[in-house]
């Protein structure tokens, strides 16, 4: 089933153009004329750029940065890229060196499997990483003199570099940078119970599939205690409620792998005087927002009773997914609905019977059962019962197919994979199984149950800062029986005020959803007009709130803006109300 091209890449405006100087993306993916072989994750570039709302063209004609992805064989090829930075040009190398590796002034080296990489204070950086990042792939770099060390493998050598050359800038990634983002996000196949971790606080060997079993992160090393806490005791037993801290993946390690990308793109512009702009992730200039759940397990009206009042005493407006067989009252429905809960569906393939195991035909029944208890035609989210996963990613082209348009699967089922277990606090679209085409389903991240239950509280503001942090979103889910429980809901109405107090609204999933597929149909140009340049936005259709960012030296004249910082790097920002069509800006010379 093929990808719909208008919801995943930048498309030209239906709209009158209103400057006919043609725009300028600024970004230029690398297409070599020589006949190669693209890089098994080289097409996970697209999906970085469009999510970040960055034009690119796909080329070999350089202009903008440049970003390589798949590795230049050709001699012709790395001659012309030479020139271009020679000449003021900016190259950005996130895939082996090849050809390219006397540009970049480095020698190639050992191939690495996984590792974790230290980041290194450098001008390129604007926003470093707390800890070390997993790395999924990638080969070992030798700077030549002159050439700066951006961040280093264990045992020393160079895992990205910077060099000057001509009027120009080379940075190289030897950590494969795309195949960790997609790696940690998507894990690996899931076919069997993965290994615990060795404190007894994620004992995911527990003869169901889920998607913790394909992590791609490691349990002994790419976790950390909440802040203040104390160490695990060696009788640690993983029981309810959850009595004490506990390890948890407190970093979003594909994030921050996907804004080292960004701040590369960003630095290689300031220094060439390319322009890169780009569109916030939120509207209205937000700066991250939260995302709360409620699964319905049992299907009791009593749960269902205590989810209604806590969620009204949080002011939230919740995801409800929904779970088969059985359900509500049929008043139930109604009143989640006119409390403005959205109705979702929570698959089953926990308890193996002819509806309720893994497979198409049974998400397919469950979603025509959820349409039909809750009265409604549009169930476009789900979340699985108790993570449930199976191969990697059958599931989204199912979704597809029955109408399911983001999924919230991937998160923790355990105390000890609590936070970021699959490393963002961002929506993707996910990489299908042929390595090229990405699936028209929204991955939305899952990152904590049922605080003071299944979670200790003390995870709460990692989760928050970390969310925030990347500019993502915070995602808690809570279950109508613990809500009954009087701290569970006493911490479900604290969180709800924590997020809100640090500036962060709650979405719904259909909400989020909606938005990122309107956004990805804006592009975000620069282009020259009479010797003036002009900040060019063509909207497929009409974006209430865009938040566009440039960098403060091309701030548009005789408009009201406002001077904000993301992924550590100061912009200025314009929000608006895009029309269809094209709106030109003229940008301060």
């Known amino acids: 089933m093929a990808t719909a091209p208008h919801l995943l890449e930048p498309v030209p405006s239906p709209g009158t153009t209103t400057d006919p100087t043609p725009a300028a993306p600024g970004v230029t993916l690398w297409a070599s004329d020589a006949p190669g072989t693209r890089a098994p994750w080289a097409a996970y570039a697209t999906e970085v750029l469009a999510h970040a709302g960055i034009a690119h ?17 050709d001699d012709d090829d790395a001659a012309r890229l030479s020139v271009f930075v020679a000449a003021g040009g900016a190259l950005v190398i996130a895939t082996a060196p090849g050809a390219l590796a006397a540009l970049a002034g480095v020698e190639e080296g050992a191939t690495v499997e996984t590792a974790r990489v230290a980041v290194v204070p450098d001008e ?40 000057t ?66 160490p695990v005791g060696t009788d640690y037993g993983h029981t309810l409620p959850a009595p004490s801290p506990v390890p948890m993946v407190d970093v979003p390690y594909a994030d921050w792998w996907r804004s080292l990308l960004l701040q590369a793109i960003w630095w290689g512009a300031d220094a060439t005087d390319a322009a890169v702009p780009w569109l916030g992730y939120w509207p209205s200039g937000l700066e991250g927002i939260a995302h709360m ?19 009204a005493a949080a002011d939230v407006r919740v995801t409800w997914c929904h779970i088969y067989p059985g359900g509500y009252p049929a008043e139930m429905y109604e009143e989640i609905a006119a409390a403005g809960h959205e109705h979702a569906l929570h698959y089953d393939a926990m308890h193996g019977d002819a509806l309720t195991s893994w497979g198409r035909p049974q998400l397919r029944a469950q979603h025509a059962w959820a349409q039909a208890v809750t009265g409604r035609e549009r169930i476009v989210s789900n979340k699985n019962h108790c993570t449930r996963w199976e191969g ?86 809570f279950h109508g029986p613990h809500l009954r429980r009087p701290a569970t809901r006493a911490e479900c109405l604290a969180l709800a005020d924590a997020a809100r107090e640090r500036g962060l609204e709650w979405w719904t999933s259909d909400r989020i959803n909606s938005w990122e597929r309107s956004r990805r149909g804006v592009r975000v140009t620069t282009a020259h007009d009479g010797g003036r340049r002009v900040l060019r936005v063509d909207a497929a259709a009409p974006v209430a709130g865009a938040s566009i960012l440039l960098p403060p030296r091309l701030a548009p004249e005789g408009v009201p803006v406002t001077h904000v910082t993301r992924h550590g790097r100061a912009f200025v920002q314009l929000v608006t109300d895009l029309p269809a069509g094209t709106t030109t800006w003229t940008l301060e010379p």
């Not at 080329?59 to 064989?73: F, I, M, N, R």
């Not at 990042?133 to 990205?160: D, K, Y």
């Not at 009206?301 to 969620?311: E, I, P, Q, T, V």
């Open 165 to 230: 050359h001509g009027g120009g800038v080379v940075l190289m990634f030897g950590a494969d940078l795309l195949q960790s983002v997609v790696r940690i996000q998507q894990g690996y196949p899931v076919t069997q119970d993965a290994a615990p971790a060795s404190d007894g606080t994620a004992p995911r060997d527990d003869g169901v599939l889920k998607t913790e079993d394909g992590m791609a992160l490691d349990l002994e090393t790419d976790r950390a205690l909440p802040p203040g806490a104390p």
């Open 124 to 163: 390129a950086w604007t926003h470093l990483p707390p800890r070390p990042l997993r790395a999924v792939g990638g080969v070992e770099l030798t700077p030549a003199p002159g050439t700066r060390t951006l961040a280093t493998w264990p045992g020393g050598a160079a895992a990205a570099t910077a060099r």
């Open 293 to 311: 759940s409620h699964d319905s397990d049992h299907n009791e009206a009593a749960d269902g009773r205590a989810a209604l009042d806590a969620f």
């Open 392 to 477: 990697w990613s059958e599931l989204y082209a199912w979704c597809e197919q029955v109408g399911i348009e983001i999924e919230a699967s991937r998160g923790p089922s355990k105390q000890g994979l609590v936070g970021f277990p699959f490393g963002t606090a961002h929506v993707a679209f996910p990489l299908a199984d042929d390595g090229v085409r990405r699936h028209d389903v929204l991955m939305l991240p899952l990152h904590a149950q049922d605080l003071a239950w299944a979670a200790h509280p003390s995870v709460r503001d990692v989760i928050l800062d970390g969310a925030q942090e990347q500019h993502g979103v915070a995602h808690f889910l």
């Open 57 to 73: 063209t796909v080329s070999s004609d350089a202009s903008g940065v440049v970003l390589v992805t798949s590795p230049v064989t």
